[in-house]
Protein backbone atom coordinates (compact mmCIF):
# COMPACT_ATOMS: atom_id res chain seq x y z
CA UNK A 1 0.00 0.00 0.00
CA UNK A 2 1.51 3.06 -0.96
CA UNK A 3 0.48 7.13 -0.42
CA UNK A 4 -0.03 7.50 -3.91
CA UNK A 5 -2.63 4.43 -4.14
CA UNK A 6 -4.08 6.28 -1.14
CA UNK A 7 -4.70 9.38 -3.32
CA UNK A 8 -5.73 7.93 -6.42
CA UNK A 9 -8.96 5.85 -3.53
CA UNK A 10 -9.94 9.54 -2.43
CA UNK A 11 -9.65 11.18 -5.52
CA UNK A 12 -12.27 8.36 -7.03
CA UNK A 13 -14.42 8.25 -3.47
CA UNK A 14 -14.63 12.12 -4.15
CA UNK A 15 -15.56 12.44 -7.40
CA UNK A 16 -18.54 9.90 -6.86
CA UNK A 17 -19.72 11.72 -3.40
CA UNK A 18 -19.69 15.04 -5.56
CA UNK A 19 -22.14 13.49 -7.91
CA UNK A 20 -24.47 12.09 -5.76
CA UNK A 21 -26.47 14.92 -5.47
CA UNK A 22 -26.73 16.37 -8.47
CA UNK A 23 -27.80 13.41 -10.47
CA UNK A 24 -29.44 11.80 -7.52
CA UNK A 25 -32.02 15.30 -8.08
CA UNK A 26 -32.19 14.91 -11.73
CA UNK A 27 -33.22 11.40 -11.25
CA UNK A 28 -35.98 12.08 -8.83
CA UNK A 29 -37.38 14.94 -11.04
CA UNK A 30 -37.12 12.79 -14.07
CA UNK A 31 -39.31 9.64 -12.44
CA UNK A 32 -41.70 12.41 -11.06
CA UNK A 33 -42.36 13.96 -14.54
CA UNK A 34 -41.06 16.84 -13.58
CA UNK A 35 -38.11 16.33 -16.90
CA UNK A 36 -40.05 17.19 -20.00
CA UNK A 37 -37.24 17.82 -23.01
CA UNK A 38 -37.44 14.86 -24.71
CA UNK A 39 -41.49 14.59 -24.22
CA UNK A 40 -42.16 14.57 -28.35
CA UNK A 41 -40.21 11.67 -28.39
CA UNK A 42 -41.41 10.00 -24.86
CA UNK A 43 -45.05 10.51 -26.69
CA UNK A 44 -44.18 8.95 -29.70
CA UNK A 45 -43.18 5.90 -28.00
CA UNK A 46 -45.53 5.67 -25.87
CA UNK A 47 -48.55 5.99 -29.14
CA UNK A 48 -46.10 3.97 -31.10
CA UNK A 49 -46.24 0.47 -28.55
CA UNK A 50 -49.81 1.54 -26.96
CA UNK A 51 -48.87 2.59 -23.90
CA UNK A 52 -51.64 4.74 -21.92
CA UNK A 53 -49.54 5.28 -19.08
CA UNK A 54 -51.73 4.47 -16.64
CA UNK A 55 -51.13 3.67 -13.04
CA UNK A 56 -50.43 -0.29 -12.02
CA UNK A 57 -51.40 -2.39 -9.55
CA UNK A 58 -48.27 -4.12 -7.76
CA UNK A 59 -49.03 -7.06 -9.70
CA UNK A 60 -49.65 -5.70 -13.11
CA UNK A 61 -46.43 -3.73 -12.81
CA UNK A 62 -43.98 -7.17 -12.24
CA UNK A 63 -46.31 -9.01 -15.47
CA UNK A 64 -45.28 -6.04 -17.30
CA UNK A 65 -41.55 -6.41 -16.04
CA UNK A 66 -41.80 -10.31 -16.68
CA UNK A 67 -43.29 -10.57 -20.36
CA UNK A 68 -40.82 -7.40 -21.41
CA UNK A 69 -37.58 -9.81 -20.06
CA UNK A 70 -38.99 -12.85 -21.60
CA UNK A 71 -39.61 -11.02 -24.82
CA UNK A 72 -35.97 -9.92 -24.53
CA UNK A 73 -34.93 -13.28 -23.60
CA UNK A 74 -36.48 -15.22 -26.69
CA UNK A 75 -35.65 -12.15 -29.43
CA UNK A 76 -31.12 -12.39 -27.81
CA UNK A 77 -31.57 -15.95 -28.46
CA UNK A 78 -32.44 -16.25 -32.05
CA UNK A 79 -30.33 -13.91 -33.21
CA UNK A 80 -27.39 -15.62 -31.89
CA UNK A 81 -28.71 -18.76 -33.18
CA UNK A 82 -29.55 -17.19 -36.58
CA UNK A 83 -26.15 -14.43 -36.38
CA UNK A 84 -24.54 -16.45 -39.60
CA UNK A 85 -27.69 -15.52 -41.64
CA UNK A 86 -27.72 -11.78 -40.15
CA UNK A 87 -25.53 -8.93 -41.71
CA UNK A 88 -22.78 -6.68 -40.00
CA UNK A 89 -20.91 -10.19 -39.40
CA UNK A 90 -17.74 -9.10 -41.40
CA UNK A 91 -16.00 -12.27 -40.00
CA UNK A 92 -18.30 -15.06 -40.67
CA UNK A 93 -19.05 -16.23 -37.42
CA UNK A 94 -21.27 -18.94 -36.79
CA UNK A 95 -24.79 -19.39 -34.79
CA UNK A 96 -23.91 -19.52 -31.59
CA UNK A 97 -24.40 -22.85 -29.83
CA UNK A 98 -27.91 -23.47 -27.78
CA UNK A 99 -26.80 -24.01 -24.82
CA UNK A 100 -24.28 -20.32 -24.54
CA UNK A 101 -27.12 -18.85 -26.42
CA UNK A 102 -29.43 -19.37 -23.19
CA UNK A 103 -27.05 -18.45 -20.83
CA UNK A 104 -25.86 -15.20 -23.05
CA UNK A 105 -29.60 -14.28 -23.04
CA UNK A 106 -30.28 -14.98 -20.03
CA UNK A 107 -27.08 -13.43 -18.51
CA UNK A 108 -27.85 -10.20 -20.48
CA UNK A 109 -32.21 -9.82 -19.84
CA UNK A 110 -30.61 -10.24 -15.77
CA UNK A 111 -28.65 -7.64 -15.77
CA UNK A 112 -25.74 -10.02 -15.18
CA UNK A 113 -23.52 -10.07 -18.09
CA UNK A 114 -21.73 -13.13 -17.84
CA UNK A 115 -19.61 -14.11 -20.38
CA UNK A 116 -18.51 -17.98 -20.78
CA UNK A 117 -17.78 -16.79 -24.20
CA UNK A 118 -14.74 -14.43 -26.35
CA UNK A 119 -17.21 -11.25 -27.39
CA UNK A 120 -14.05 -10.63 -30.16
CA UNK A 121 -14.49 -14.55 -31.23
CA UNK A 122 -17.83 -15.42 -30.95
CA UNK A 123 -20.61 -12.79 -31.53
CA UNK A 124 -21.01 -10.61 -34.64
CA UNK A 125 -21.28 -6.54 -34.81
CA UNK A 126 -25.25 -7.32 -35.09
CA UNK A 127 -25.36 -9.43 -31.89
CA UNK A 128 -23.33 -6.82 -30.11
CA UNK A 129 -24.91 -3.92 -30.75
CA UNK A 130 -28.84 -5.05 -31.17
CA UNK A 131 -28.39 -7.47 -28.81
CA UNK A 132 -26.15 -6.89 -26.25
CA UNK A 133 -25.90 -3.56 -26.47
CA UNK A 134 -29.80 -2.96 -26.20
CA UNK A 135 -30.03 -5.05 -23.06
CA UNK A 136 -27.41 -3.09 -21.72
CA UNK A 137 -29.86 -0.34 -21.32
CA UNK A 138 -33.30 -1.29 -20.91
CA UNK A 139 -31.98 -4.13 -18.48
CA UNK A 140 -30.22 -1.49 -16.33
CA UNK A 141 -33.64 0.88 -17.14
CA UNK A 142 -35.69 -2.37 -15.74
CA UNK A 143 -33.50 -2.62 -12.13
CA UNK A 144 -34.19 1.39 -11.94
CA UNK A 145 -37.54 1.15 -12.32
CA UNK A 146 -37.96 -1.37 -10.02
CA UNK A 147 -35.91 0.59 -7.19
CA UNK A 148 -37.96 3.49 -8.52
CA UNK A 149 -41.44 1.19 -7.78
CA UNK A 150 -40.29 0.47 -4.07
CA UNK A 151 -39.34 4.11 -3.39
CA UNK A 152 -43.03 4.59 -4.54
CA UNK A 153 -44.23 2.11 -1.58
CA UNK A 154 -42.70 3.71 1.06
CA UNK A 155 -43.62 7.33 -0.21
CA UNK A 156 -47.64 6.83 -0.85
CA UNK A 157 -50.02 6.40 1.38
CA UNK A 158 -52.83 4.04 1.00
CA UNK A 159 -52.37 3.91 -2.16
CA UNK A 160 -52.96 0.66 -4.62
CA UNK A 161 -50.90 1.44 -7.47
CA UNK A 162 -46.63 1.83 -7.86
CA UNK A 163 -46.33 3.79 -11.13
CA UNK A 164 -46.44 2.24 -14.56
CA UNK A 165 -43.42 -0.09 -15.57
CA UNK A 166 -43.56 1.24 -19.23
CA UNK A 167 -43.04 5.07 -18.37
CA UNK A 168 -40.58 3.94 -15.66
CA UNK A 169 -38.50 2.08 -18.44
CA UNK A 170 -38.90 4.49 -21.30
CA UNK A 171 -37.81 7.76 -18.98
CA UNK A 172 -34.78 5.73 -17.25
CA UNK A 173 -33.50 4.81 -20.74
CA UNK A 174 -34.48 8.26 -22.69
CA UNK A 175 -33.37 10.99 -19.83
CA UNK A 176 -30.70 9.05 -17.82
CA UNK A 177 -29.15 5.96 -19.72
CA UNK A 178 -28.55 7.37 -23.02
CA UNK A 179 -27.94 10.91 -22.46
CA UNK A 180 -24.98 9.67 -20.17
CA UNK A 181 -24.20 6.75 -22.39
CA UNK A 182 -23.44 9.28 -25.25
CA UNK A 183 -21.26 11.65 -23.93
CA UNK A 184 -19.44 9.12 -21.81
CA UNK A 185 -18.73 7.13 -25.51
CA UNK A 186 -17.38 10.29 -27.09
CA UNK A 187 -15.25 10.90 -24.48
CA UNK A 188 -13.96 6.99 -25.22
CA UNK A 189 -13.77 7.85 -28.55
CA UNK A 190 -11.22 10.69 -27.39
CA UNK A 191 -8.88 8.46 -25.13
CA UNK A 192 -8.89 5.78 -28.20
CA UNK A 193 -11.54 3.14 -27.59
CA UNK A 194 -12.16 1.80 -31.46
CA UNK A 195 -15.68 2.70 -32.89
CA UNK A 196 -16.42 1.73 -36.21
CA UNK A 197 -17.96 -1.74 -38.42
CA UNK A 198 -14.63 -2.43 -40.33
CA UNK A 199 -13.39 -6.24 -40.19
CA UNK A 200 -10.51 -7.28 -37.99
CA UNK A 201 -7.35 -5.91 -39.35
CA UNK A 202 -4.44 -8.12 -40.08
CA UNK A 203 -0.74 -6.98 -39.37
CA UNK A 204 2.55 -8.41 -39.29
CA UNK A 205 4.18 -7.61 -35.52
CA UNK A 206 7.91 -6.73 -35.21
CA UNK A 207 8.66 -10.28 -34.32
CA UNK A 208 6.81 -11.04 -37.76
CA UNK A 209 4.52 -12.95 -36.12
CA UNK A 210 1.12 -12.30 -38.11
CA UNK A 211 -1.79 -10.82 -35.81
CA UNK A 212 -5.27 -10.68 -36.15
CA UNK A 213 -6.26 -7.42 -34.18
CA UNK A 214 -9.84 -7.10 -33.35
CA UNK A 215 -12.12 -4.11 -33.38
CA UNK A 216 -15.62 -2.95 -33.79
CA UNK A 217 -18.23 -0.68 -32.24
CA UNK A 218 -16.46 -1.16 -29.04
CA UNK A 219 -16.76 2.39 -27.21
CA UNK A 220 -21.10 2.67 -27.63
CA UNK A 221 -20.92 -0.80 -26.20
CA UNK A 222 -18.31 0.02 -22.76
CA UNK A 223 -20.63 3.47 -22.33
CA UNK A 224 -23.25 1.45 -20.79
CA UNK A 225 -21.30 -1.29 -19.46
CA UNK A 226 -20.00 0.55 -17.32
CA UNK A 227 -22.85 3.35 -16.70
CA UNK A 228 -25.60 0.19 -16.63
CA UNK A 229 -23.39 -1.62 -14.21
CA UNK A 230 -23.72 -4.35 -16.83
CA UNK A 231 -20.13 -5.94 -17.53
CA UNK A 232 -19.89 -8.32 -20.76
CA UNK A 233 -17.12 -6.09 -22.74
CA UNK A 234 -16.70 -6.29 -26.42
CA UNK A 235 -13.91 -8.48 -25.85
CA UNK A 236 -13.15 -11.24 -23.44
CA UNK A 237 -11.03 -9.67 -20.71
CA UNK A 238 -13.53 -6.21 -20.94
CA UNK A 239 -11.49 -3.40 -19.65
CA UNK A 240 -8.32 -5.05 -18.98
CA UNK A 241 -8.33 -5.03 -22.78
CA UNK A 242 -6.33 -1.61 -24.24
CA UNK A 243 -9.00 -0.76 -26.48
CA UNK A 244 -11.46 -1.00 -23.78
CA UNK A 245 -9.42 0.84 -21.65
CA UNK A 246 -6.42 2.75 -23.60
CA UNK A 247 -5.65 5.37 -20.94
CA UNK A 248 -5.29 6.35 -17.28
CA UNK A 249 -8.33 8.54 -17.32
CA UNK A 250 -10.01 6.36 -19.20
CA UNK A 251 -9.86 3.79 -16.39
CA UNK A 252 -10.52 6.45 -13.88
CA UNK A 253 -13.53 7.14 -15.41
CA UNK A 254 -14.64 4.34 -16.25
CA UNK A 255 -14.64 2.52 -12.85
CA UNK A 256 -16.56 6.49 -11.71
CA UNK A 257 -19.32 5.30 -14.43
CA UNK A 258 -20.09 1.80 -12.24
CA UNK A 259 -20.71 3.27 -9.40
CA UNK A 260 -22.20 6.46 -9.62
CA UNK A 261 -25.80 5.95 -10.77
CA UNK A 262 -26.07 3.42 -8.15
CA UNK A 263 -24.88 5.93 -5.54
CA UNK A 264 -27.02 8.75 -6.89
CA UNK A 265 -29.89 6.93 -6.53
CA UNK A 266 -29.76 6.98 -2.55
CA UNK A 267 -30.54 10.80 -2.96
CA UNK A 268 -33.40 9.79 -5.52
CA UNK A 269 -34.70 7.72 -2.96
CA UNK A 270 -34.24 10.38 -0.07
CA UNK A 271 -36.03 13.42 -2.40
CA UNK A 272 -38.96 11.38 -3.20
CA UNK A 273 -39.77 10.31 0.06
CA UNK A 274 -39.20 14.03 1.44
CA UNK A 275 -35.98 13.32 3.54
CA UNK A 276 -32.96 13.29 2.25
CA UNK A 277 -31.48 12.34 5.56
CA UNK A 278 -32.71 9.15 4.70
CA UNK A 279 -31.00 8.88 1.64
CA UNK A 280 -27.66 9.88 3.05
CA UNK A 281 -28.20 7.14 5.24
CA UNK A 282 -28.49 4.72 3.08
CA UNK A 283 -25.58 6.04 1.05
CA UNK A 284 -23.95 6.22 4.41
CA UNK A 285 -24.03 2.10 5.11
CA UNK A 286 -23.33 1.14 1.48
CA UNK A 287 -20.11 3.49 1.46
CA UNK A 288 -18.95 2.10 5.14
CA UNK A 289 -19.02 -1.55 3.77
CA UNK A 290 -17.57 0.02 0.53
CA UNK A 291 -14.41 1.13 2.32
CA UNK A 292 -13.82 -1.46 4.63
CA UNK A 293 -13.89 -4.14 1.76
CA UNK A 294 -11.48 -1.52 -0.31
CA UNK A 295 -9.27 -1.71 2.70
CA UNK A 296 -9.11 -5.33 3.41
CA UNK A 297 -8.45 -5.79 -0.65
CA UNK A 298 -5.91 -3.61 -1.16
CA UNK A 299 -3.96 -4.59 1.70
CA UNK A 300 -4.18 -8.25 0.82
CA UNK A 301 -3.39 -7.17 -2.56
CA UNK A 302 -0.28 -4.84 -1.69
CA UNK A 303 1.00 -7.64 0.59
CA UNK A 304 2.09 -9.92 -2.95
CA UNK A 305 1.83 -13.07 -3.99
CA UNK A 306 3.11 -15.43 -1.29
CA UNK A 307 4.15 -18.28 -4.50
CA UNK A 308 6.20 -15.59 -5.76
CA UNK A 309 7.60 -14.32 -2.50
CA UNK A 310 8.90 -18.00 -2.17
CA UNK A 311 10.81 -18.27 -5.32
CA UNK A 312 12.91 -15.04 -3.80
CA UNK A 313 11.47 -12.69 -6.36
CA UNK A 314 10.51 -9.16 -5.63
CA UNK A 315 7.52 -7.94 -6.12
CA UNK A 316 5.48 -4.26 -5.43
CA UNK A 317 2.06 -6.00 -4.16
CA UNK A 318 0.13 -8.64 -6.34
CA UNK A 319 0.52 -7.77 -10.38
CA UNK A 320 0.10 -11.85 -11.62
CA UNK A 321 -2.81 -11.50 -14.19
CA UNK A 322 -3.39 -7.64 -13.67
CA UNK A 323 -2.52 -4.70 -15.40
CA UNK A 324 1.08 -3.36 -14.58
CA UNK A 325 0.07 0.25 -16.27
CA UNK A 326 -2.53 0.94 -13.56
CA UNK A 327 -0.58 -0.73 -10.36
CA UNK A 328 -1.98 -2.58 -7.19
CA UNK A 329 -4.84 0.54 -6.17
CA UNK A 330 -6.64 0.31 -9.04
CA UNK A 331 -6.46 -3.17 -9.51
CA UNK A 332 -8.05 -3.44 -5.63
CA UNK A 333 -10.63 -0.37 -6.57
CA UNK A 334 -11.57 -1.72 -9.50
CA UNK A 335 -11.92 -5.62 -7.72
CA UNK A 336 -14.24 -3.71 -5.18
CA UNK A 337 -16.32 -1.75 -7.14
CA UNK A 338 -16.98 -4.12 -9.81
CA UNK A 339 -18.26 -6.75 -7.49
CA UNK A 340 -20.43 -4.33 -5.96
CA UNK A 341 -22.06 -3.61 -9.59
CA UNK A 342 -21.15 -5.15 -11.99
CA UNK A 343 -18.37 -6.92 -13.75
CA UNK A 344 -15.46 -5.27 -16.53
CA UNK A 345 -12.31 -5.48 -14.13
CA UNK A 346 -9.63 -3.96 -15.26
CA UNK A 347 -7.89 -7.79 -13.88
CA UNK A 348 -7.71 -10.18 -16.36
CA UNK A 349 -10.06 -12.01 -14.10
CA UNK A 350 -10.48 -12.27 -10.03
CA UNK A 351 -8.30 -15.63 -10.11
CA UNK A 352 -5.42 -13.02 -10.35
CA UNK A 353 -5.82 -12.45 -6.46
CA UNK A 354 -4.51 -13.70 -3.62
CA UNK A 355 -7.49 -15.96 -1.53
CA UNK A 356 -7.71 -13.01 1.08
CA UNK A 357 -7.76 -10.62 -1.96
CA UNK A 358 -10.61 -12.56 -3.26
CA UNK A 359 -12.53 -13.20 -0.73
CA UNK A 360 -13.91 -9.84 -0.53
CA UNK A 361 -15.29 -9.68 -3.76
CA UNK A 362 -16.98 -12.96 -3.41
CA UNK A 363 -18.76 -11.21 0.52
CA UNK A 364 -19.96 -8.53 -1.36
CA UNK A 365 -21.30 -10.39 -4.08
CA UNK A 366 -22.70 -12.77 -1.28
CA UNK A 367 -24.24 -9.87 0.45
CA UNK A 368 -26.49 -8.86 -2.29
CA UNK A 369 -24.82 -6.60 -4.66
CA UNK A 370 -26.27 -3.68 -2.23
CA UNK A 371 -22.87 -2.06 -1.64
CA UNK A 372 -24.32 0.45 -4.54
CA UNK A 373 -24.68 -2.49 -6.00
CA UNK A 374 -26.79 -2.78 -10.15
CA UNK A 375 -28.48 0.36 -11.04
CA UNK A 376 -31.80 0.03 -9.17
CA UNK A 377 -31.24 -3.54 -7.66
CA UNK A 378 -28.75 -2.25 -5.31
CA UNK A 379 -31.26 0.27 -4.12
CA UNK A 380 -34.16 -2.04 -3.57
CA UNK A 381 -31.72 -4.96 -2.52
CA UNK A 382 -30.47 -2.29 0.57
CA UNK A 383 -33.94 -0.83 0.96
CA UNK A 384 -35.03 -5.11 1.65
CA UNK A 385 -32.27 -4.85 4.58
CA UNK A 386 -33.51 -2.24 6.21
CA UNK A 387 -37.55 -3.34 6.42
CA UNK A 388 -35.94 -6.53 8.11
CA UNK A 389 -33.20 -4.04 10.32
CA UNK A 390 -36.13 -2.41 11.19
CA UNK A 391 -38.31 -5.46 12.29
CA UNK A 392 -35.41 -6.01 14.53
CA UNK A 393 -35.39 -2.60 16.30
CA UNK A 394 -38.64 -2.63 16.71
CA UNK A 395 -38.82 -5.62 18.40
CA UNK A 396 -35.32 -4.34 20.85
CA UNK A 397 -37.50 -1.28 21.26
CA UNK A 398 -41.05 -3.03 22.50
CA UNK A 399 -42.61 -1.79 19.91
CA UNK A 400 -44.39 -2.64 16.35
CA UNK A 401 -41.64 -2.15 13.69
CA UNK A 402 -41.85 0.72 11.53
CA UNK A 403 -39.72 2.03 8.44
CA UNK A 404 -40.40 5.77 6.86
CA UNK A 405 -43.83 6.14 9.03
CA UNK A 406 -44.89 2.66 7.57
CA UNK A 407 -45.59 -0.20 10.04
CA UNK A 408 -43.39 -3.63 9.19
CA UNK A 409 -45.83 -6.31 10.12
CA UNK A 410 -45.76 -10.63 8.70
CA UNK A 411 -46.18 -10.25 5.24
CA UNK A 412 -43.49 -7.66 4.74
CA UNK A 413 -40.90 -9.64 6.45
CA UNK A 414 -41.84 -12.73 5.48
CA UNK A 415 -41.38 -11.59 1.46
CA UNK A 416 -38.52 -9.62 2.42
CA UNK A 417 -36.64 -12.79 4.02
CA UNK A 418 -38.22 -15.06 1.29
CA UNK A 419 -36.20 -12.73 -1.05
CA UNK A 420 -32.67 -12.62 0.81
CA UNK A 421 -33.16 -16.87 1.19
CA UNK A 422 -33.76 -17.41 -2.02
CA UNK A 423 -30.00 -15.89 -3.07
CA UNK A 424 -28.47 -18.09 -0.14
CA UNK A 425 -30.33 -21.48 -1.34
CA UNK A 426 -28.96 -20.26 -4.96
CA UNK A 427 -25.45 -19.73 -3.94
CA UNK A 428 -24.91 -22.69 -1.87
CA UNK A 429 -27.27 -25.45 -4.02
CA UNK A 430 -25.55 -24.45 -7.44
CA UNK A 431 -21.89 -24.85 -5.35
CA UNK A 432 -23.26 -28.03 -3.58
CA UNK A 433 -24.39 -29.26 -6.83
CA UNK A 434 -21.37 -28.67 -8.88
CA UNK A 435 -19.08 -29.60 -6.44
CA UNK A 436 -20.22 -33.24 -6.15
CA UNK A 437 -21.14 -33.84 -9.97
CA UNK A 438 -18.54 -35.12 -12.81
CA UNK A 439 -20.35 -32.29 -14.98
CA UNK A 440 -19.29 -29.73 -12.38
CA UNK A 441 -15.55 -31.29 -11.66
CA UNK A 442 -14.58 -31.46 -15.42
CA UNK A 443 -11.66 -29.61 -16.33
CA UNK A 444 -8.39 -29.52 -15.64
CA UNK A 445 -8.64 -26.21 -12.47
CA UNK A 446 -12.47 -26.83 -11.43
CA UNK A 447 -11.47 -29.34 -8.61
CA UNK A 448 -9.34 -29.18 -5.08
CA UNK A 449 -9.53 -25.95 -2.64
CA UNK A 450 -9.00 -23.48 -5.35
CA UNK A 451 -11.61 -25.32 -7.70
CA UNK A 452 -14.09 -24.88 -5.21
CA UNK A 453 -13.72 -21.14 -4.66
CA UNK A 454 -13.85 -20.49 -8.56
CA UNK A 455 -16.95 -22.88 -8.59
CA UNK A 456 -18.63 -20.72 -5.47
CA UNK A 457 -17.50 -17.15 -6.85
CA UNK A 458 -19.43 -18.76 -10.13
CA UNK A 459 -22.73 -19.18 -8.78
CA UNK A 460 -22.40 -16.65 -6.41
CA UNK A 461 -21.28 -13.94 -9.15
CA UNK A 462 -24.26 -15.96 -11.25
CA UNK A 463 -27.36 -14.95 -8.57
CA UNK A 464 -25.94 -12.12 -7.60
CA UNK A 465 -26.44 -11.00 -10.97
CA UNK A 466 -22.69 -9.83 -10.89
CA UNK A 467 -21.11 -11.46 -13.97
CA UNK A 468 -17.24 -10.84 -12.84
CA UNK A 469 -15.49 -14.71 -12.59
CA UNK A 470 -12.52 -16.21 -10.94
CA UNK A 471 -11.75 -17.45 -15.06
CA UNK A 472 -10.01 -20.80 -14.24
CA UNK A 473 -13.77 -22.45 -14.18
CA UNK A 474 -13.93 -24.21 -16.94
CA UNK A 475 -17.68 -22.99 -17.69
CA UNK A 476 -18.43 -22.98 -21.20
CA UNK A 477 -20.06 -26.52 -20.91
CA UNK A 478 -24.02 -27.23 -21.23
CA UNK A 479 -23.75 -27.88 -17.21
CA UNK A 480 -22.28 -24.93 -16.37
CA UNK A 481 -24.16 -22.94 -19.18
CA UNK A 482 -27.61 -24.54 -17.85
CA UNK A 483 -26.79 -24.17 -14.14
CA UNK A 484 -25.52 -20.82 -14.11
CA UNK A 485 -28.54 -19.28 -16.36
CA UNK A 486 -30.88 -20.87 -14.05
CA UNK A 487 -29.02 -19.39 -11.35
CA UNK A 488 -29.34 -15.89 -12.62
CA UNK A 489 -33.11 -16.36 -13.26
CA UNK A 490 -33.36 -16.99 -9.32
CA UNK A 491 -31.59 -14.15 -8.28
CA UNK A 492 -33.07 -11.91 -10.28
CA UNK A 493 -36.65 -12.60 -10.74
CA UNK A 494 -37.18 -14.83 -7.24
CA UNK A 495 -35.65 -12.01 -5.68
CA UNK A 496 -37.77 -9.06 -7.37
CA UNK A 497 -41.07 -10.63 -7.19
CA UNK A 498 -41.27 -10.73 -3.19
CA UNK A 499 -39.49 -7.60 -3.12
CA UNK A 500 -42.61 -5.97 -5.62
CA UNK A 501 -45.06 -7.14 -3.06
CA UNK A 502 -43.28 -5.89 -0.05
CA UNK A 503 -43.49 -2.93 -2.50
CA UNK A 504 -47.22 -3.06 -3.10
CA UNK A 505 -48.34 -3.83 0.60
CA UNK A 506 -46.12 -0.81 1.86
CA UNK A 507 -48.08 1.51 -0.73
CA UNK A 508 -51.06 0.53 1.08
CA UNK A 509 -50.63 1.76 4.48
CA UNK A 510 -50.70 4.67 6.14
CA UNK A 511 -47.90 6.82 7.26
CA UNK A 512 -47.65 7.05 10.76
CA UNK A 513 -46.52 9.66 12.66
CA UNK A 514 -43.14 9.51 14.56
CA UNK A 515 -43.53 8.95 18.43
CA UNK A 516 -40.73 9.27 21.59
CA UNK A 517 -41.06 4.57 20.43
CA UNK A 518 -39.98 5.37 17.25
CA UNK A 519 -36.55 4.16 16.32
CA UNK A 520 -34.51 6.81 13.80
CA UNK A 521 -33.52 6.01 10.87
CA UNK A 522 -31.62 8.81 9.68
CA UNK A 523 -28.28 8.77 11.76
CA UNK A 524 -25.52 6.27 12.99
CA UNK A 525 -27.39 4.45 15.19
CA UNK A 526 -29.52 2.84 12.20
CA UNK A 527 -26.41 3.16 9.83
CA UNK A 528 -24.78 0.45 12.74
CA UNK A 529 -28.01 -1.62 12.97
CA UNK A 530 -28.55 -1.89 9.18
CA UNK A 531 -24.50 -2.72 8.57
CA UNK A 532 -24.92 -5.30 11.51
CA UNK A 533 -28.26 -6.72 10.24
CA UNK A 534 -26.59 -7.20 6.58
CA UNK A 535 -23.63 -8.75 7.99
CA UNK A 536 -25.59 -11.29 10.17
CA UNK A 537 -27.92 -12.52 7.12
CA UNK A 538 -25.54 -12.40 5.05
CA UNK A 539 -23.82 -14.87 6.79
CA UNK A 540 -25.95 -17.01 5.94
CA UNK A 541 -24.64 -17.81 2.64
CA UNK A 542 -20.67 -17.02 3.05
CA UNK A 543 -19.87 -17.85 6.45
CA UNK A 544 -20.46 -21.65 6.08
CA UNK A 545 -19.16 -21.19 2.16
CA UNK A 546 -15.95 -19.16 2.76
CA UNK A 547 -14.67 -21.57 5.12
CA UNK A 548 -14.17 -24.21 2.54
CA UNK A 549 -12.81 -21.59 -0.18
CA UNK A 550 -10.47 -18.49 -0.20
CA UNK A 551 -10.25 -18.92 3.79
CA UNK A 552 -8.53 -22.90 2.94
CA UNK A 553 -6.59 -21.53 0.41
CA UNK A 554 -5.12 -19.12 2.43
CA UNK A 555 -3.94 -21.42 4.95
CA UNK A 556 -2.93 -23.78 2.38
CA UNK A 557 -0.59 -21.07 0.42
CA UNK A 558 0.73 -19.95 4.00
CA UNK A 559 1.46 -23.85 4.43
CA UNK A 560 3.26 -23.47 1.18
CA UNK A 561 1.09 -25.29 -0.63
CA UNK A 562 0.09 -23.66 -4.26
CA UNK A 563 -2.71 -24.04 -6.32
Known amino acids: MTANGWIQISLFCLAILVCVKP???????????????????????????????????????????????????????????????????????????PDLSFNTSVSFVTNTNWQSYGGE????????????????????ATGIALAIALVRGFARRSAKTLGNFWVDLTRGTLYVLIPMSLVFALFLVWQGVPQNLGAYTHAIGLDGIKQLI????????????????????????????????????????EMWAILVVSAALTYTFGHMIRDTRQGWAIFAVMAVLFLGGLGVTYWAEGQGNAAVAAAHVAQAGNMEGKEVRFGVAN??????????????????????????????????????????????????????????????????????????GKK????????SMLAILMLALSILGFTALASVLKAGLAGPLNSGPHGFSEILYAFSSATGNNGSAFAGLTANTVFYNTALGFAMLIGRFLFIVPMMAVAGSLAAKKIVPASAGTFPTHGGLFVGLLIGVILIVGGLTFFPALSLGPIAEHLAMQAGIYF
Open 331 to 404: SALWATATTDASNGSVNAMHDSFTPLGGMIPIINIELGEIIFGGVGSGLYGMLIFAVIAMFVAGLMVGRTPEYL
Open 214 to 253: AQGPVASQEAIKMLGTNGGGFFNVNSAHPFENPTGLSNFF
Open 408 to 415: IEAKEVKM
Open 121 to 140: STLSYLVQMLGLTVHNFVSA
Open 23 to 97: LGLYMARVFEGEIKFLAPIERFLYRLCGVRGEEQHWTSYTIAMLAFSIAGFVSLYLIQRLQAALPFNPQGLAGVA
